[in-house]
């Protein structure tokens, strides 16, 4: 069965601070991998995706991941946040044959201005 | 922006009481999921349907809830009766074509408090 991991449950930073949220995925095959932003108050935002290519992907407001597939890990960074990247991020994965996203337990992530 | 609405937004419901939750997800989009989101934790999918079809129903506890999406469009999701284990914010999200191509687009959520 396909799971997530995000052992980063509260992370603090301070702003221009460089962010790394980590990304554990469990399966041997093909992946698709999603990560997904909650601004407080807000509904679930697509962040960023990787189907296929490039590892290396860009997402909206600066953000990228990186899939490394030796490592099962689809971590996210950004160079330097915002107090406005203040929200909670989550991990998700869907595996072939399976038709529905499974999400890790989130990472909330504080930036002080 | 082509929205996903949930309603209502808040629902507060005594023990054993019966609750429904309603979904209207993006025009055209054909696969419709309700996950659950117990605080502290990420969504938990309960079901998900393709049109009017459920196509995997298998974490939805089935004695107490269900759910539906009858003309293949909106869909209810129905509790009865609510424990106090229910409190949650059930997100309903719907996608064109499934995840695998664009992801999904989550509407608002209810959150649902048992008491």
């Known amino acids: 069965a396909q799971s997530v991991s995000q052992h980063n449950h509260h992370v603090i930073l301070s702003e221009a601070a460089s962010l790394e949220l980590g990304c554990n995925y469990s399966?041997?095959?093909?992946?698709?991998l999603f990560w997904y932003v909650q601004y407080p108050g807000q509904h679930l935002q697509l962040l960023l995706k990787?189907?296929?290519?490039?590892?290396l992907v860009k997402g909206i407001k600066g953000f990228e991941a990186e899939f490394i597939k030796s490592k099962f890990s689809f971590n996210l960074r950004k160079p330097s946040v915002q107090w406005s990247d203040t929200a909670e991020y989550f991990c998700a994965v869907i595996t072939t044959g399976r038709r529905a996203l499974t999400f890790g337990s989130g990472t909330r992530l504080q930036v002080q201005p | 922006e082509a929205e996903v609405a949930q309603s209502p937004r808040y629902k507060i419901t005594e023990k054993s009481q019966a609750v429904a939750f309603w979904c209207d997800p993006i025009?055209?989009?054909?696969?419709l999921y309700w996950y659950r989101q117990i605080l502290g934790q990420g969504p938990e999918l309960l079901v998900q349907?393709?049109?009017?079809?459920?196509?995997?129903d298998s974490q939805l506890p089935k004695d107490r809830f269900s759910a539906e999406r009858l003309k293949g469009v909106d869909s209810t999701l129905k509790i009865q009766p609510a424990e106090l284990g229910d409190s949650a914010m059930y997100l309903c999200?719907?996608?064109?074509?499934?995840?695998?191509?664009?992801?999904?687009?989550f509407g608002s959520g209810t959150r649902l408090t048992v008491v």
């Open positions: 349907f393709q049109d009017e079809s459920v196509v995997d």
């Open positions: 990787y189907f296929s290519g490039d590892p």
């Open positions: 399966y041997g095959g093909t992946v698709n």
């Open positions: 999200a719907s996608s064109f074509s499934g995840p695998g191509v664009d992801g999904y687009t």
């Open positions: 025009s055209g989009h054909a696969t």
